[in-house]
């Protein structure tokens, strides 16, 4: 697992660690003993052969960025930060892992609801997660029957990095409101789904965009 020292990726490490044995490789050392910890930096840094496993049975990518702001504020570099960060990084992680994938992995990576339902101030890391998207629809039809490729979309989940948007009572109860389920998404949400797309209980299961969003992608109920 690339990422998982906090949010998302933590809450999916605690799930896993009970029934497999669990590697994340990120910038910061997860709050527990009973997981493999590898220091990296996806950004920057190169995974060696000797860090990984010798045959990898699941991989999620979860680093990305919360980047909003109205087109006309943002650069091009913006948008090519956004662009590493969410899709290029896994590509080149991906590259140093497929070799070690098992005949019957599964990958999990991360989208948003806002490629799917366009929202104002989301251009650059809709554009960025819909890469990621594409990206994950060819490898599922590359890589099939072997390894299955699969993608979380979730709306906004309350977790370290979507922070700003959710440090206070007002704006928590304000983007609940944005949600049919009336409420925002915890880190236990997606990685309930995650771990499923990660188990054999999913293996006909490939190729597939799944919204974890409350609701927030099909319905309007206002």
């Keep these: 697992m690339i990422g998982g020292s906090h949010g998302i990726g933590h809450a999916i490490a605690q799930r896993l660690k009970e029934e497999h044995q669990v590697t994340i490789a990120s910038r910061s050392k997860p709050e527990t003993d009973d997981i493999d910890y590898i220091e ?3 950004t920057s840094d190169e995974l060696s052969d000797d ?4 045959e990898i049975d699941g991989f999620v990518f979860c680093p990305g960025s919360i980047n909003l702001k109205p087109f006309k504020m943002l650069s091009i570099d913006d948008y090519e ?3 590493q960060i969410n899709f290029l990084t896994a590509v080149k992680v991906l590259k140093q892992v497929m070799p070690k994938l098992s005949d019957s992995a599964s990958v999990v990576l991360f989208s948003t ?3 799917n ?4 101030f989301h251009s650059s890391v809709a554009a960025a997660k819909g890469a990621i998207e594409g990206f994950a629809k060819a490898m599922a039809a590359e890589y099939a029957p072997k390894v299955r490729f699969n993608v979380i979309a979730p709306s906004l989940t309350d977790t370290p990095m979507a922070e700003k948007l959710l440090n206070s009572e007002k704006k928590k109860e304000k983007m609940a409101e944005r949600h049919p389920m009336k409420r925002v998404g915890t880190p ?3 990685a309930e789904v995650a771990t499923f797309l990660l188990s054999d209980k999913s293996n006909w299961i490939t190729g597939q965009i799944i919204g974890v969003d409350g609701g927030m ?4 109920i206002n």
């Design 188 to 190: 236990d949400d997606i």
């Design 117 to 120: 339902t366009g929202m104002p």
């Design 40 to 42: 990296f930096d996806a």
């Design 51 to 54: 860090d990984l496993p010798d």
């Design 81 to 83: 930060a956004d662009l």
């Design 217 to 220: 992608s099909t319905l309007n």
């Design 113 to 115: 609801v806002a490629v």
